[in-house]
């Protein structure tokens, strides 16, 4: 006879979670030791209030009902718990804000095996810096603390999740048109993006500058080269890569100018972690300067949320390497 | 050339013209192409295996980039690799087929409401028969798709045809084409960052043929 537990989920036994132990409790410190208190919310929200956040309430897909009949959603990711803490139980408080958390998750498996239902993620919030600052902080931070953790070559991606939208815009592509781009780009289908582009009525220049601009990755030579209505978008970029420079960790950025994030909260710059010892990334994050406006107090933010079982993965995988 | 990229290559129908193509790009395939059941290649950087199986090792990392039909990315859309390229070759239809007398699938879905098919792109097929407003009962076979309608298990079949002579040796005739598949080059979207320039180069240098 068998007990089943639902694909996506996982027990944990001694071994495994000493090793995640340690994992996240030298993240942990690494996170305290720059000023990020640990916080805690309830994993059972009211969807409503989550929604508030994001219409699709990033994604939470597991509903319940309490004893009054008020739908309840698992929290499918902590920006949003925490944009609601910083509206109400730190109304008051002057900016800026640290915080860092380590706690479970809940999303839908919508591309089948392997994928989590359920999966522990460590990360920060910097809210109330603008742009380039805040940005430079938590990646630098974030660096570091997979340092602690154990990796070695990790490496951050870092894009522009409105740069493809504006750009568009920017050339007169009709709205109408602009889902199905998007759609192609953050898939990457770069065969099905040429096609469509082909469609558009354009100059040749700028659908070559559509076609082009997901390929658009690299070190700082990629900002360098970027002209006209890019490079006025990666202005930004390029002051971010200069923080970054000052902190050491510049060689440890690539720009990606198609890079783009599926969840809705985000309104700049947008990150992703890797590590080249594992195939997917280990998390991401990007700047939310909306969020915390939907709740009553419009500040700016960012932040990076990496999941602790992937760096786990990459940890092993490096010490595997004699890294 | 000098590129540590793991290749997955797909054995099977484009097997041939993948090596041909991996030859103009510098990368030597003679071991590969006098050792048939051999599966790694490490001094060339290549791994080879069916088709299918391309995109499993190429999302999961395994492979830093791999070649395999449009039939199987589009079986396997939920797979997060990123397509990077039209090879041009391994020209095929994906096609809605039935037995050449009469109207077996018209006569179904008059008659009963709903149309078997038989297939070995279960995906694709129900996509293809939802969009198009049609309830369809999808039978997965693993082998000759060919025999399913001869035989009365159903009533059409979805399947790839390159030339359409083993369809008209079984009597049966496209009645819907359902979209052209042809090679492709496929990435594993971290590879794509951390080995961008290698990647680049395979790319730039198919793209000028």
């Not at chain 2, 391994?90 to 050449?100: D, F, L, P």
Request: contains cysteine.
């Amino acid at each position: 006879m068998t007990h089943p537990i639902p694909p996506g989920t996982r027990d944990v036994l001694p071994d495994e979670m000493r090793e995640l132990r340690a994992i996240t409790e030298r993240m942990r410190a690494r996170f305290e030791d720059a000023g990020y208190g640990e916080i805690h919310t309830p994993a059972l929200e009211y969807e409503e209030v989550l929604r508030r956040g994001e219409e699709r309430a990033a994604g939470a897909r597991y509903r319940t009902f309490d004893e009054q009949g008020n739908v309840l959603a698992l929290r499918s990711d902590m920006t949003i718990p925490i944009a609601r803490v910083v509206a109400t139980r730190y109304a008051d408080v002057e900016p800026p804000l640290r915080f860092c958390y380590f706690a479970r998750a809940w999303r839908a498996v919508d591309r089948g095996v392997g994928e989590p239902r359920e999966f522990l993620q460590g990360g920060v919030e910097l809210i109330g810096i603008p742009p380039p600052e805040a940005e430079a902080e938590v990646l630098a931070l974030t660096i570091a603390a997979l340092e602690e953790a154990g990796l070695r070559r990790h490496r951050v991606g870092i894009g522009d999740g409105s740069l493809y939208r504006r750009l568009l815009g920017a050339l007169g592509v009709p709205a109408e048109a602009h889902p199905a781009l998007l759609e192609c780009l953050s898939r990457r289908d770069l065969v099905e993006l040429d096609r469509r582009v082909a469609g558009l009525r354009l100059a040749d220049r700028e659908r070559e500058l559509l076609v082009r601009l997901p390929e658009l990755r690299g070190g700082r030579r990629v900002l360098e080269g970027a002209d006209g209505l890019v490079g006025d978008a990666v202005h930004g970029l390029r002051a971010l890569h200069e923080l970054l420079e000052e902190c050491g960790v510049g060689d440890r950025v690539i720009f990606d100018l198609g890079l783009v994030r599926q969840l809705g909260y985000y309104t700049g710059a947008v990150f992703e972690v890797y590590d080249p010892a594992v195939g997917f990334a280990l998390g991401g994050g990007g700047r939310y300067d909306e969020l915390l406006g939907r709740f009553g107090r419009q500040l700016p933010a960012c932040g990076v949320a990496l999941d602790v079982q992937r760096v786990h993965l990459a940890q092993a995988a490096e010490e595997a390497l004699g890294g | 050339m000098d590129s540590d990229l793991a290749i997955a290559v797909p054995r099977g129908t484009i097997f041939g013209e993948t090596l041909d193509l991996l030859d103009r790009l510098g990368i030597d395939t003679s071991e590969v192409r006098s050792n048939e059941r051999k599966l790694l290649f490490p001094k060339a950087g290549i791994v080879t295996m069916r088709p299918s199986d391309v995109p499993t090792y190429v999302e999961h990392g395994s492979a830093d980039i791999g070649i395999t039909g449009k039939d199987v990315l589009l079986e396997q859309s939920q797979r997060d690799v990123y397509e990077l390229l039209d090879l041009g070759y391994g020209h095929c239809r994906m096609v809605v087929a039935a037995r050449e007398s009469g109207d077996p699938i018209g006569d179904a879905l008059r008659r009963l409401g709903r149309v078997r098919i038989a297939t070995k792109y279960p995906r694709v097929a129900a996509a293809h028969f939802a969009e198009t407003g049609r309830q369809a009962e999808i039978v997965e076979v693993k082998g000759s798709v060919e025999l399913a309608p001869l035989t009365g298990l159903v009533d059409g079949i979805v399947d790839l045809t390159a030339t359409g002579r083993t369809l008209a040796e079984n009597r049966l005739r496209v009645v819907e084409e359902i979209g052209v598949c042809t090679a492709r080059l496929i990435a594993n979207p971290v590879a794509h960052k951390l080995k961008a320039d290698q990647i680049d180069r395979i790319v730039e240098r198919i793209r000028a043929g």
